[in-house]
């Protein structure tokens, strides 16, 4: 049996898979001082429902936001920076610009450290990696030992100029920590994000530096926890990357652990995708505060694009191969409100789960999309959610009367317009992953999860021109879905600066892609993968010769050892006409990084919802779609046979949520348990 | 949370189209600054971002602007007057589009080309797509920017305001007269087609939303946006207290030891209007810190747009409700051809007056003065394949505010440059190498809440026959305060040859060699209230962590 553990803000979410293939959803409330609290008892309570014991439990994923809370509520180790002489104030000036233009009073995001927590080593290198001030180590090992001994720190970040081309320095330094004194936790840079930019260097360093204590003893009270269950085997922990990784390994990839929850969505998503042979999709995981919308392109998603916002943690750069999530603050807690201008907007304030939607009735007064959703009809007051909530539509209408003055229009007129507006914020994210990359959107489906995703995703692709949607089986508890379809992954990257492509011969490309998968292979031999097994994925990051910004460009080893840089050159000339509408053929092409992303495939398989215990309730619902109030068939999605084929409008009802299928919309059951919604006479 | 019961939408159109609308049209305009930045090729373009983008509507009027440059505000529809005076744009053909980089027909300083072009569909005229882009080098007497200009002429070539064909660019005459008057023709080029990349894919999405949508909705939606901006800044004067105010501030000297042109503001508050009367400024000098007519407006919007907040979007609404008055022949209106590269140190002489002369009425709404300055330092090589060069800004500190300390080295409030990481100058550049990058102590102004610390940045020059070419301000005074607080240092850049420093004026050309340094310091912001009532604990951390001596943190604040 798998049983995957996603951890969120307010509810741990747990699917049992058994030898089946039978799925079994579980939610519990979660234990934010102690997440692995929650995870466990999550465990035994779900093991007890379907009559099982921890020895029963073949596999155990777990996702958890453990190291974005540590750094959000700046609950980490106790950290000193160690850097080159004259470049102490790196993590202070940042990159100088605003996020914000039109401040008077702008604030740039806070660095985790104070200044003087920032120590200068007398050392420097130049841009080549050559020496031009040999490290002065007595220096180091007085200072080294007094933050230790005097300032009882616990975590120390390295990271000196230029150590991604000569890391000589940055190890001699981890050397003399490790030696001197072995309970420090010690970051390189060199080691973590081995790439040119000094500030997103010593950012990345900075943030896996101070997360890395608190992640390392959460995990190990996890793994402990879990053995005390009796699960006999080793927990694999989801990383931002989108993979999972033995726990023992992940203790060391504080810094990968980021999106553990939001990335294990996306890999699920992805998972289904292959599995339907349908293999470009638009993720959006609907949340009661924010949708988390990522682009997966022939199977996989998109990874963290330097230079962009999302290349960040809480506003610092985080220099780490993660999957692409774009997050707004669209979800069914968002607020209506009209601003100093006139405009209704919604969100992006949420009521959050506390008071949340003023039909929640726990004193909140705002109206919220789930309001708006309620009172057009496409959620049932009848059925109560988890927590014991039980919505009151006429809170909700109490909710908008202020709306309903200001706008001149009717409660469900307001809902319908609150409905469409968040659908077209979250079509925005849609654009910023899909347009702003230089990929149309109508070439993909829509694959919405999470507690409203199905609800409101017609209305999303409405907006985006985007025909088909694909709705998973248990899209509600869909992180933990995708926990047990994900496979064991790291990443590795090599740069040396800045190499003209045209200087580098096959053998030389030949030597970079094999030193990559020597990596890969001692890590996952000592992990006792079998290394025989590994998938292998390059990409290269490269750029015009006087371009600031590198593309990555995904290569095939083959063609790579063999044709050598003109197949290099090649495949990025088409990778900046497809991004930026133009090339330049005759132009030098320079290398930075050698990326490689290992694979090891579990081989899990996204499996159908269950037939319900609870069955809904039968009849119709009244739903208000443009204007018009209509009967909409209620369906128990656990019930339709596989071949179901049928047509909106519709409301489709499972444990975790509800499908929306409107008029002019075809509906069908499909492959691995989706339901795949069709507009009009589109194929 | 819900503000409905005061303010109605006084327009016809549905409020969900409006929103959904608003939203594509500020999306369109910030994904074309986003192709724009990750095509370009120059460091000023992809690092700092000195470059606008926007959407107008038919008529050639901002709707959106991606939030970029301050300066850059309208400064694009600023030039269409001029295009309108040789064209009828209504009539422009889908492969046409307008060119500019002209000073004196309200462009901006020559480095920056203003492009425009139609957006068709089904042969209608509906939108404007621009973009406006800082470039490296267009020719002029130096490699770097000319501090001994004494026209125009002798600052680059000038591309008056003209409306061109597509078959002009590429291998056509404009782009060749460029590529022939440039020292860097392919990174110059390079980012003239991250702007054409910009406006085409403006256009793209611009025609996808009319298909869309219908030319009718989208064109009430462009207006009804304009004039949400209109009321929304009307409310932002309105909330000023009526009266007259006035402010100035004060310009380096063409040297370290002669006279400081002044700039004068008078501020009239009159309901929701307002009135900048600019016209007591000063005379235009002799050396390039001229301000462009059009880039003095902008500085002057930012003022308002930054005490209306960052909710409003940028377009031709904002700036109805103010007026501004210029002299012809003041430093803020210069006659042609007096030069104007480092106009920047003029703008912002400009918006701090008028910044002023409103802190003498709001202060607890404003902000003390930052480094207010645009300190950019340009280096060049010649070499075997033409030129090698580089330019870069250095920022100083944020003035303090009411509840905050200012922000360390930060973008001040007509830019958002950001700066060249060390290691991508270094790894392109191998004729220097940079000693230090760090925040100056005692920099920020004191305060109850403390100016923003200031930058200072070592270069080490490797190689001989380097040319430096130094743009800035502030050195002759620092950041003014408010409500009792201090100003902040002033800024200083130097020349270290043979152990000895020589200090250069803010606009200098200067070879250097090999073992020289280059010293640039960059200002602080000025503080907000008296230092004595500074939270203690806050002036100890300050000494903990070095951001002020001992000794200030005694006689200055009490400590």
Redesign the interface.
């Known amino acids: 049996m798998i049983v995957g553990i996603e951890v969120g803000g307010t509810f741990t979410d747990l699917i049992a898979v058994g030898d089946d293939g039978a799925a079994t959803i579980h939610k519990t409330p979660s234990t934010p001082d102690d997440p692995s609290r929650a995870a466990v008892l999550g465990l035994t309570e779900l093991l007890a429902r379907i009559g099982a014991t921890g020895g029963d439990v073949t596999e155990l994923l777990h996702g958890s936001t453990i190291a974005a809370n540590a750094l959000i509520q700046r609950r980490g180790a106790n950290v000193a920076l160690l850097t080159t002489v ?5 993590l ?2 940042q ?4 996020s ?9 995001p806070k660095p985790l450290l ?3 927590r920032v120590f200068e080593i007398p050392e420097r290198l ?2 080549g990696g050559a020496v ?1 001030q040999p490290l002065d180590e007595a220096a180091a090992i007085d200072r080294i030992d007094r933050l230790v001994e005097e300032d009882g720190v616990d975590s120390i970040a390295v990271c000196l ?2 150590a ?1 081309a000569n890391p000589a320095h940055e190890q001699a330094l981890g050397r003399l920590i490790a030696d001197r004194h072995p309970d420090v936790y010690v970051t390189l840079s060199s080691d973590i994000a081995p790439e ?5 260097r010593t950012s990345t360093t900075v943030i896996s530096a101070f997360v890395r204590p608190v992640v390392d003893r959460y995990l190990s009270r996890f793994g402990d926890a879990a053995a005390d269950a009796g699960v006999a085997h080793t927990p694999l922990i989801m990383l931002s990357n989108g993979g999972v990784a033995p726990v023992e390994a992940a203790r060391r990839l504080a810094a990968n652990m980021f999106l553990s929850g939001p990335a294990a969505a996306v890999t699920g998503a992805a998972a289904t995708a292959r599995a339907l042979g349908a293999p470009n999709i638009i993720s959006i995981d609907v949340g009661g505060t924010s949708s988390d919308v990522c682009l997966i392109t022939g199977g996989a998603p998109d990874t963290t694009v330097k ?1 962009t916002s999302e290349f960040s943690v809480e506003g610092l750069p985080l220099n780490i191969v993660m999957t692409d999530i774009v997050s707004i603050g669209a979800g069914g807690g968002s ?12 969100g992006p ?1 949420s009521a959050g789960a506390a008071p949340g939607p003023a039909c929640y009735g726990q004193g909140g007064e ?2 919220c999309l789930t309001d708006a959703m309620l009172l057009m009809g496409l959620l049932d007051p009848r059925i109560e959610l988890p927590g014991g909530i039980v919505l009151d539509p006429t809170l909700s209408r109490k909710a908008a009367a ?2 309903e ?5 009717t409660s469900s007129a307001v809902a ?2 609150v409905f ?2 968040a659908a ?2 979250m079509a ?1 994210a849609l ?2 992953v899909s ?2 990359r230089g990929y149309d959107p109508r070439d993909y489906a829509l694959f919405p999860c999470g507690g409203a995703g199905a609800l409101i995703a017609t209305a999303v692709a409405d ?1 985006v ?1 985007i025909d088909k949607v694909v709705v998973p089986p248990n899209p509600g508890v869909f992180s933990a879905v995708g926990l047990t379809v994900s496979d064991v992954r790291m990443d590795y990257v090599l740069a040396e ?2 190499q003209l492509a045209s200087a580098l011969t096959p053998g030389d490309l030949g030597d970079k892609l094999e030193g990559l998968r020597g990596r890969a292979r001692a890590a996952f031999g000592a992990l006792d993968y079998d290394a025989d097994r590994l998938r292998f994925d390059f990409a290269v990051d490269a750029r ?1 010769r ?4 590198e593309l990555r460009v995904p290569v095939d080893a083959a063609p790579l050892e063999t044709e050598g840089q003109a197949y290099l050159a090649r495949r990025f000339h088409e990778e900046h006409a497809r ?4 090339a ?1 053929d005759d ?1 030098d092409v320079e290398a930075i990084s050698f990326r490689l992303s290992a694979v090891f495939e579990r081989g899990g398989a996204v499996t159908p919802v269950s037939a319900d215990a609870d069955p809904p309730p039968p009849g119709d619902r009244d739903v208000t779609m443009g204007g018009a109030t209509l009967a909409y068939p209620v369906l128990a999605r656990g019930a339709l046979p596989g071949d179901f084929a049928g047509a909106g409008p519709a409301l489709i009802v499972e444990e975790s949520t509800s499908t929306l299928a409107p008029p002019g919309w075809r509906i069908a059951a499909g492959a691995a348990g989706v339901l795949t919604l069709t507009r009009g006479d589109a194929q | ?5 005061t ?4 327009s016809a159109i ?3 189209d ?3 609308l ?2 594509c049209f500020r ?1 369109i305009a910030a ?1 074309m600054s ?2 724009m ?5 120059s ?1 000023i373009v ?2 700092a ?1 000195d470059c606008s983008t926007c959407l107008m509507d038919a008529e050639a009027r901002t709707v959106a602007q991606a ?4 300066v850059h505000m309208n400064s694009l529809a600023a030039a269409v007057p001029y295009f309108r005076e040789r064209y009828d744009i209504s009539k422009t053909r889908p492969d046409e589009m307008y060119i500019t980089n002209n000073p004196y027909q309200n462009g901006q300083h020559l480095n920056d080309i203003i492009i425009l072009m139609p957006v068709y569909q089904d042969d209608e005229l509906v939108a404007f797509t621009g973009s406006i882009c800082h470039h490296l080098e267009l020719g002029g007497a130096v490699a770097g920017s000319n501090a001994n200009a004494t026209e125009v002429y002798q600052e680059g070539i000038i591309l008056p305001s003209m409306k061109i064909n597509e078959a002009d660019l590429y291998d056509g005459p404009v782009e060749s007269i460029l590529r022939a008057n440039c020292r860097l023709p ?2 110059v080029l ?1 980012d003239f ?2 702007q054409l ?1 910009a406006v ?2 403006g256009r793209t ?1 611009m025609q996808d939303l009319v298909r ?1 949508h219908g030319r009718k909705l989208v064109a009430d939606c462009m207006r009804e946006l304009q004039d ?2 209109e ?2 800044l009307r ?1 932002t004067i309105a909330s000023l207290p009526d009266g007259e105010y006035r402010g100035e501030d004060v310009l380096d000297g063409r040297t370290l030891d002669s006279p400081q042109p002044t700039v004068r503001a008078r501020v009239v508050i009159d309901g929701d209007e307002a009135f900048v009367d600019l016209t007591e400024s000063d005379d235009q000098v002799s050396w390039p810190v001229n301000c462009p007519v059009a880039s003095t407006h902008s500085a002057v919007m ?1 003022v308002f ?8 979007p940028t377009n031709d609404g904002t700036y109805r409700p103010i007026k501004v008055e210029t002299r012809k022949g003041s430093i803020l209106d210069p006659k042609h051809p007096a030069p104007v590269r480092g106009r920047m140190g003029s703008a912002y002489r400009t918006a701090s007056a008028v910044k002023r002369a409103l802190g003498a009425v709001i202060p607890e709404r ?2 003390a003065s930052g480094n207010d300055a645009t300190n950019i330092i340009t280096m060049s090589r010649p070499n075997d394949d033409g030129y090698e060069m580089f330019a870069e ?1 250095v ?1 100083g500190g ?1 003035g303090a ?1 009411r ?2 300390d200012g ?5 001040q ?1 007509l830019s ?4 060249t ?4 100058l ?3 550049h ?1 004729f220097l ?7 100056i102590r005692d920099s920020g102004g004191a305060g109850e809440f403390r100016g923003g610390m200031g ?1 200072r940045r ?1 270069y080490e020059i490797l190689h001989d026959g380097v040319l430096l070419s130094t743009n800035g301000d502030r050195m002759m005074g620092g950041p003014w305060a408010l409500e009792g607080g201090e100003e902040g240092n002033r800024s200083m850049f130097g020349l270290i040859r043979n152990g000895e420093l020589i200090r250069l004026a803010a606009a200098t050309n200067i070879p250097v060699e090999a073992g020289d340094r280059v010293v640039i310091e960059v200002s602080g912001g000025g503080g907000y209230g008296d230092p004595r009532a500074r939270e203690r604990d806050a002036v100890r ?1 300050d000494v ?4 002020i001596s001992a000794e200030a943190a005694k006689t200055i604040y009490g400590l």
Request: hydrophobic share 35%.
């Open positions: 004259g470049f102490r104030d790196v202070f000036i990159r100088q610009d605003k914000v233009v039109y401040d008077m009073f702008y604030q740039k104070t200044r003087d130049s841009a031009v100029l230029h991604y040119h930019r000094e500030y997103e230079g607020i209506t409100w009209i601003d100093g201008g006139g405009m209704l907007q919604v304030q705002d109206f202020p709306l003055a200001a706008l001149d229009l319908e317009r469409r507006i077209a914020n925005q654009r910023r347009v702003k907006e021109d600066g800045a015009y006087g371009q600031g910004y991004q930026y509408g133009h330049f132009r | 949370m819900t503000d409905a019961t303010i109605t939408t006084p549905d409020p969900a409006f929103n959904v608003s939203g999306s994904e986003d192709i930045l990750r095509a370009a090729y460091s992809r690092e971002k939030e970029a440059i301050a392919d990174i390079g087609h991250a990349s085409m894919r999405l869309r949400y901006s009321r929304m409310q930012t747009g930054q005490i209306a907040g960052s909710g409003v404003l902000s800004s920022s944020n505010g509840d905050n922000a360390d080295v930060v973008a409030m958002n440059t950001a700066n990481p060390v290691e991508a270094e790894m392109d191998e190498r940079v000693e230090r990058y760090e925040m930058a070592v951390r903990a962590e070095d951001r």
